[in-house]
């Protein structure tokens, strides 16, 4: 790696040019922790070293051949949660268009994958609900199974959204069977027994194919599952979790819900996992009992000692599955770079996507509080947006805005490219970026600056080209190059 020579802590004043209709000429955006620049357009990098005067200095080295090509892009995103539904329908008509445009579409912040909620998660209000409950009354011919009315504001949520941007990405992941279908045949407030009773196992997997044929029969093809969300996650209160071990992952998997949806011609992936990055063995039994019906591995930001190169070592161990960043909790507790670490990270290991836990919550309550949630669940859980219900309107978190920086630059198709250079010391300072070829031919390389000062980036290319630019303090800055 090539490390930074840093100098004085000296700023530099940054004019914006405008806004170009073509690339034709390198452009550069930057967002900054206290918000003074948002998506803004600044000096672009020029070709060559540059003067970076008495700025402090940083190298960085992209391999743009085709020898540096890594894996595809599949997009960026939030959850759509029970909350996001929420707060959305709540807005004014002309509000709510305007959010979700803004969030689908270059317009905002492009956003192409999205993970919804099957049924209740922490994030719904209460009562805590499945989508056949029944009562807590076996159903094992799955009857009842009905959506309910959250259910359906869920799909009718997401059926507007594909309609605004027809290639967005969606996948389901559920918080727990229905309770009946459970040894403790309860669905929240017992984490004693609180797995899948194996005789509801067939009944579990038609749970989930009657699940896509409602969604498809109101106008919303789910692309992707996870079978359980966080199945490591056993609690009681009131938080709806299931138990659910990588051997009964595996077999459930392999013996049950993949011949189901291929039953019912259903081509719908199955994500492994879901959890945090310290069990990386569990995703591997399930992909080494059930690989024909895996296509990928979902990963958590929540490990203890959180290191994204457990991305690296699987992929080289599956080099045919995806791998996404699916669940990173933002919150005014959360660093102001809370959702680009957990971005770029990914991405430096072979993720495909990255997604932020909540699209949407309310604004701040007087003792805390967001929401909507439910007992036990996440109270201080803020969304990329926050919709003040008395005033009618909506507002960007920091979050929003650095997960933009790659969402908005990046496209869907987008090729991550091998790149060296980027270290952080104790605390997180540092310099830490990534880098595409996209589909139109240009470069786009993202670049977080965790200093409290100015940086001059010089970047190298295989290509042979050099480019050169500021990078104001605490800021993430996506530079494109022609």
Known sequence: MLFSVLTLLVGQALAAPPQLSVRASAQAYTSTSDLKYKLSSVDAPVSGAGNPGSTS???LS???SEAGYKQKISGFGGSVTDATVTVVNALPSDKRSQLLKELLTSDGANLGLLRHTIAASDLSGPPAYTYDDNNNNADTSLANFNLGDRGTAMA????????????????GSPWSAPGWMKVNRVLTGNADNNWLDSQYYSQYAQYFVKYLQAYAGLGVTVDAITIQNEPLNNQGNGHVTMYQSADEAAKVTHDYIGPALRSANLNTQIWAYDHNTDQPSYPQTVINAASEYVQATAWHC???NLDWTVLTDFHNSNPGKSQYMTECWTS???????SSKNTVGPLQNWAEGSLMWTLGTWTQASDG???????????TCRGLFVVDKNAGTYEYTVDYYMLAQFSKYIPKGATILSGSGSYSYDGYSGIQSVASKNPDGTRTIVIENTFGNDVYLTLNTTSGEKWSGNLLANSITTWILP
Do not use: H, V
């Open 57 to 59: 200095t940083w190298s």
């Open 62 to 64: 992209i391999d743009d």
């Open 156 to 171: 009718n949520l997401l059926k507007e959204m594909k309609g605004i941007r027809s290639d967005i990405t969606i996948f």
């Open 302 to 304: 929540y490990a203890g």
């Open 332 to 338: 005014p507790q959360t660093s102001w770079y809370q």
């Open 369 to 379: 509080t967001f929401g909507p949630y439910i007992q036990g669940g996440c109270s």
